[in-house]
C-alpha cells in the first residue's frame, strides 16, 4: 500500500504557484520522498526527490517538514502543460525495493 | 536517444492469443520494471528485474511471464490473453543503490484485447 496521503484533485490558475501537499507520517529514516508526474496516460515522469532538506531544480521546489511528516511541491509558475496527476512517494532507495503509486493529486491549471 | 523504449506503442489482439511486449533501455540502469496502469487508472507493479534476476513478483497470474535477457532488456509475455488484460502496460528502470536519478518510464504501451 502507498504510505502517502494526497488530496484527490486541484485547481490553480496558469502563471500562479501551485502548492501540492503530500502527508507521509509514517516515513521511515531512510525513506526518500519522490515526486512524480504523469501527464494524459504518458509515462510517469520524474520531478524530483529530498531526504529532509528542501530541494529545488528547474522543475520544481521541495519543500520537507522539519519532522519529515509531510511534504509540499511547488511549481512557481504554472502552465497549462502542468496539468497531470502528481505523485508523491516515499521509498528507500538503498534497496530494490518497489516504487509504490498511491492515487496521486490532478492538478488542473486553468487559463 | 530515447533512454526507455517500449515496443510496440498499442497493441490490439483477440482474447485467446499469445502477444509480447519489448523493453530497452540505455541508461545503463540495472533495474528494471513492469508495472500495469488499469481503466481506474491505478498504477501497479507487475515484476521486477535486477541484473537479471526477478527480485518482485506481485500477484500476477501465471499467463504473464517476463524475461530479461540481460540488464538493458525486459520483455513481458502474455499468454491466452483475455478481456481483464486490456490496460497500459509500462516499463521503467532505475539504478539501485542510489537516490540520485529515480525511476524512468516509458511511454507506454496500450494493449486492448477484444
Known amino acids: 500500500d502507498a504510505k502517502t496521503t494526497q488530496p484527490p484533485s486541484m485547481d490553480c490558475a496558469e502563471g500562479r504557484a501551485a502548492n501540492l501537499p503530500c502527508n507521509h507520517s509514517t516515513i521511515s529514516g531512510n525513506e526518500y520522498v519522490y515526486w512524480y508526474r504523469q501527464i494524459h496516460s504518458q509515462g510517469p515522469q520524474y520531478i524530483i526527490h529530498g531526504l529532509k532538506n528542501n530541494e529545488t531544480n528547474e522543475m520544481a521546489s521541495l519543500i520537507i517538514t522539519e519532522d519529515r511528516k509531510s511534504s509540499t511541491l511547488i511549481l512557481p509558475h504554472a502552465t497549462l502543460r502542468d496539468t497531470a496527476v502528481y505523485y508523491c512517494?516515499?521509498?528507500?532507495?538503498?534497496?530494490?525495493?518497489?516504487?509504490?503509486f498511491g492515487q496521486g493529486t490532478t492538478l488542473q491549471v486553468k487559463p | 536517444d530515447t533512454a526507455v523504449s517500449q515496443t510496440p506503442k498499442y497493441l490490439v489482439t483477440q482474447m485467446g492469443n499469445d502477444k509480447s511486449i519489448k523493453c530497452e533501455q540505455n541508461l545503463g540502469h540495472d533495474t528494471m520494471y513492469w508495472y500495469k496502469q488499469d481503466s481506474k487508472k491505478f498504477l501497479k507493479i507487475m515484476f521486477s528485474y535486477n541484473n537479471k534476476e526477478l527480485i518482485i513478483n506481485e500477484t500476477v497470474p501465471n499467463r504473464f511471464s517476463p524475461k530479461s535477457p540481460d540488464k538493458a532488456h525486459l520483455n513481458l509475455h502474455i499468454n491466452s490473453l483475455e478481456l481483464g488484460d486490456s490496460a497500459v502496460y509500462f516499463c521503467?528502470?532505475?539504478?539501485?543503490?542510489?537516490?540520485?536519478?529515480?525511476?524512468?518510464f516509458g511511454s507506454g504501451t496500450r494493449l486492448t484485447v477484444v
Open positions: 512517494i516515499v521509498r528507500d532507495p538503498s534497496n530494490t525495493g518497489k516504487l509504490i
Open positions: 521503467a528502470s532505475s539504478l539501485s543503490g542510489t537516490a540520485r536519478y529515480g525511476y524512468t
